[in-house]
């Protein structure tokens, strides 16, 4: 399985800062990689596509960028309401795996 | 939009079996491949496998022989049967659904399921 390594487990931010999360896969899996953000009690849902591809309504302030092993999720000034958890997950390979997360909190 | 709801026991003896049913709604069963996500007490998540209503099925290596994802277009729905469970199983269940290869754009509220002895 392709190891999904997301640094680091917490990241402590103050709102209007920016925020930088990094994914390092265990073997290169292209641009085939997506972020999600899990807010308390909710599930998943999707930030980013293809390493870089915003999902539909998601803010200008989130950026992505990466390829083969080194991926990085920018968040920049941070709102209230994204002091969440992000995962990054491989689609490359089967069976498919996600990071253990990023906690940003305040 | 698409919706996506689980349903199920939420309470599964250790050595039974786990059975959760996803309804999909606003959207053709035809489109998207249906998965399971788990997500443990811990938060770690694990895609347990995903079915196609075309009968193309895939599983997590480390579960096979224990599961068995099925689409029944007729009903709207897709299934999970976990086999065998043990505490270890004891999770957060969600349905996803991914066009194609892709990321899961769709994912359902999750279903807490405990297994206990």
């Known amino acids: 399985d392709i190891i999904m390594t997301q640094s680091p487990a917490t990241l402590y931010v103050s709102p209007g800062e920016r925020a930088s999360l990094s994914c390092r896969a265990s073997q290169a899996v292209g641009r085939r990689l997506a972020w999600y953000q899990q807010k308390p009690g909710q599930a998943p849902s999707v930030l980013f596509f293809g390493a870089s591809a915003r999902a539909s309504g998601i803010p200008g302030r989130f950026s992505a960028s990466g390829s083969g092993t080194e991926f990085t999720l920018t968040i920049d000034s941070l709102q209230s309401e994204d002091f969440a958890v992000y995962y990054c997950e491989q689609f490359d390979a089967w069976p498919r795996t996600f990071g253990q997360g990023t906690k940003v909190d305040i | 939009h698409v919706h996506l709801q689980e349903s199920g026991p939420e309470l599964v003896k250790s050595s039974g079996s786990l059975f959760l049913t996803c309804t999909v709604s606003?959207?053709?069963?035809?489109?998207?491949?249906w998965t399971w996500v788990r997500q443990t007490p811990g938060g770690a998540l694990q895609c347990l496998g995903y079915?196609?209503?075309?009968?193309?099925?895939k599983y997590t290596p480390s579960l096979k022989g224990r599961i068995n994802i099925s689409v029944d277009s007729s009903t709207n729905q897709f299934s999970l049967t976990l086999f065998s469970v043990t505490a270890a199983d004891t999770a957060t269940y969600y349905c996803?659904?991914?066009?194609?290869?892709?990321?899961?754009?769709?994912w359902g509220q999750g279903i807490p399921v405990t297994v206990s002895s």
């Open positions: 079915a196609h209503y075309s009968g193309t099925s």
């Open positions: 606003d959207a053709s069963m035809t489109g998207f491949y």
């Open positions: 996803a659904a991914s066009n194609g290869d892709n990321s899961f754009d769709y």
